[in-house]
């Protein structure tokens, strides 16, 4: 059971465009929600990270907008340059569970061409 | 270097050859995690540990064992692995006990076959 959905899957963006990876979830207790990005051959490192107390967040040319009502949140890569060309993990923890865990998204392949 | 390293990096085996994925963080973080990621299923956790000598299970820990007897180190064993255990590994670590920002290794290709 996938309590965290992640769309599209892949995504393919000219240089320059907006990149929009969306994520929808269930369980009404997470209260923090990061983004995390791969690049091949690597680990996933956090990127940017958003709580349910504020609807946007941006650092730079990326953006989380939270839907709190809707259960959706998303990352906005405007200006996006083929350096940006990675996996990206949307991720949510709940402050219920007796231990730490981040459950995540299946990811999306995004690729900027020049 | 503050990192999280995880040896070997590539491994091919066969079916019911125990073997030991190991993982270490220089940062002396308490938390420490591993995860297998496979296409289209995200990364999905497979054992964690909040401190030295306390681990919990996560989502999928079939044919898995950890152990964290030193605050370093949090070995993954596959005391015999099967085909379907071939993925991505990850360990990861955090400084803070809810795993907010967790810090992952370059990951570990497992083949069993």
């Known amino acids: 059971q996938q309590q965290v959905k992640q769309s599209p899957q892949s995504l393919i963006v000219q240089k320059g465009g907006i990149s929009i990876i969306n994520c929808a979830y269930e369980?009404?207790?997470?209260?923090?929600f990061p983004w995390y990005q791969q690049f091949p051959g690597k680990g996933p490192a956090l990127l940017i990270a958003?709580?349910?107390?504020?609807s946007e967040k941006k650092e730079g040319r990326f953006t989380i907008s939270f839907n709190k009502s809707a259960k959706q949140f998303s990352l906005h890569i405007m200006d996006s340059q083929p350096g940006d060309s990675a996996t990206y993990f949307c991720?949510?923890?709940?402050?219920?569970?007796?231990?730490?865990?981040?459950?995540f998204g299946e990811g999306t392949q995004l690729t900027v061409n020049p | 270097e503050a990192q999280v390293t995880q040896n070997p990096r590539y491994l091919i085996t066969v079916t019911g050859k125990k073997l030991t994925v190991t993982c270490s963080q220089n940062?002396?973080?308490?938390?420490m995690s591993w995860y297998r990621q496979d296409p289209g299923l995200g990364l999905r956790q497979i054992y964690y540990?909040?401190?030295?000598?306390?681990?919990d299970k996560g989502d999928v820990p079939e044919g898995y064992k950890v152990s964290r007897k030193e605050k370093r180190n949090f070995p993954l064993i596959l005391e015999s692995p099967s085909p379907n255990q071939t993925s991505l590994y990850f360990c990861?670590?955090?400084?803070?006990?809810?795993?907010?920002?967790?810090?992952f290794g370059p990951g570990t290709r497992l083949t069993v076959t």
């Open positions: 990861a670590s955090s400084p803070d006990r809810r795993a907010y920002e967790q810090y």
């Open positions: 369980n009404t207790a997470f209260d923090y």
């Open positions: 958003i709580r349910p107390d504020v």
């Open positions: 991720a949510a923890s709940s402050k219920e569970t007796s231990g730490s865990r981040l459950t």
């Open positions: 940062m002396n973080h308490e938390y």
């Open positions: 540990s909040m401190n030295v000598e306390v681990t």
